[in-house]
């Protein structure tokens, strides 16, 4: 009879740890955003809503970026705990290659792909430039100073002989828009998700179109040089008539610092990777439809956390050796 007891009550006590919360104590996390105006942004801003409604013990803010660099060396830093960073920049930054900057950002690791960010340049409609090429002594807005935006253009520009004969502006998606209806930029680029709210803010004003920058990427091995992929932006996403644009994207990798705890990262994954979850953040923008169980970490170029490689298992995911911790 006691030993019934013991049996029965040994069950019970681990019953109700199995369903205690997974923490003991409460954590507050920051998340690097990006640039007003652009994707980045309102991805941190929903993942801090959704994550507390969910783990009522996690506090979560959305904290301002210059973009993807910066979130490498931020979160590497664990100076903001989690945030976007594109795939490039990350391994660039893992290797100490990251333009004008040898240190190795070594404590980033991956956690889930988010969507593809295309790289976008904007002119008039009416102006005479066909090619990237055109743009040899234009004023030509790439991006905050630090973001991803700003680094991708410098390579691809410098790659086609460009960049050192024009006029770069460091500025954000939204004062570019500004600068562009106000004819003070003859061309902005943006690398992020489509449609982007300020190349419409942009189009509201004044007949724009893309340059197939994809079609100078090729013709000169930049896809030999840098970890990109060609992509298409379909007919018709800036206005009705406009033609499909070719062009090149990065990965937009969710990354966290590698010393926050595997529980955490676990936990957050389970809740953003959830149905939920994905849809609560395609509903914040639909450019995150991307995000899903299947394509997992596509185009992650540093480590796995192990959080992730928790989570991704799970899924019946198989993890290649060079992600691995």
């Known amino acids: 009879m006691k030993r019934t007891?013991?049996?029965?009550?040994?069950?019970?006590?681990?019953?109700?740890?199995?369903?205690?919360?997974?923490?003991?104590?409460?954590?507050?996390?920051?998340?690097?955003?990006?640039?007003?105006?652009?994707?980045?942004?309102?991805?941190?801003?929903?993942m801090a809503v959704y994550v507390p409604k969910v783990n009522p013990n996690i506090r979560a803010s959305a904290v301002g970026s210059g973009g993807s660099v910066e979130n490498v060396k931020r979160i590497s830093r664990n100076e903001s705990n989690f945030g976007l960073c594109y795939a490039v920049d990350s391994d660039l930054g893992y290797r100490g290659k990251l333009p004008k900057d040898s240190s190795s950002y070594k404590d980033i690791r991956a956690m889930g792909y988010l969507y593809g960010a295309p790289a976008q340049l904007i002119v008039r409609a009416d102006s005479p430039f066909k090619s990237a090429m055109d743009l040899k002594g234009k004023r030509v807005a790439v991006g905050n100073a630090g973001s991803g935006a700003a680094a991708s253009a410098e390579r691809f520009f410098r790659h086609i002989g460009v960049w050192d004969n024009f006029?770069?502006?460091?500025?954000?998606?939204?004062?570019?828009?500004?600068?562009?209806?106000?004819?003070k930029i003859d061309a902005f680029w943006v690398l992020v998700g489509y449609p982007n709210r300020s190349v419409i803010e942009a189009s509201v004003q004044v007949k724009i179109r893309l340059i197939d920058v994809g079609v100078d990427a090729e013709k000169t091995g930049f896809y030999e040089a840098y970890a990109?992929?060609?992509?298409?932006?379909?007919?018709?996403?800036?206005?009705?008539?406009?033609?499909?644009?070719?062009?090149?994207?990065?990965?937009?990798?969710?990354?966290?610092?590698?010393?926050?705890?595997?529980e955490l990262v676990y936990t957050i994954m389970k809740t953003l990777w959830s149905t939920e979850g994905m849809q609560a953040m395609v509903?914040?923008?639909?450019?995150?439809?991307?995000?899903?169980?299947?394509?997992?970490?596509?185009?992650?170029?540093?480590?796995?956390?192990?959080?992730?490689?928790?989570?991704?298992?799970?899924?019946?995911?198989?993890?290649?050796?060079?992600?691995?911790?």
């Not at 019953?15 to 954590?27: E, L, R």
């Not at 006029?167 to 209806?181: E, I, L, V």
């Not at 406009?242 to 990798?253: A, G, H, L, R, V």
């Open 167 to 183: 006029k770069p502006t460091f500025m954000g998606y939204s004062a570019a828009a500004s600068a562009f209806k106000d004819g």
């Open 228 to 262: 990109y992929g060609p992509t298409t932006i379909p007919a018709g996403t800036y206005g009705k008539g406009m033609p499909e644009c070719k062009t090149f994207q990065d990965s937009t990798i969710l990354t966290a610092n590698k010393g926050l705890s595997d």
């Open 5 to 46: 007891l013991t049996v029965s009550l040994l069950a019970l006590l681990v019953a109700a740890v199995a369903a205690a919360p997974v923490f003991a104590q409460d954590f507050s996390i920051k998340i690097g955003g990006g640039p007003t105006g652009g994707t980045f942004n309102t991805f941190a801003n929903g």
């Open 283 to 325: 509903t914040a923008k639909k450019t995150f439809k991307a995000m899903t169980l299947e394509n997992a970490f596509r185009g992650a170029s540093v480590p796995l956390h192990p959080g992730a490689v928790k989570f991704w298992k799970e899924q019946g995911k198989e993890i290649p050796e060079k992600l691995m911790p």
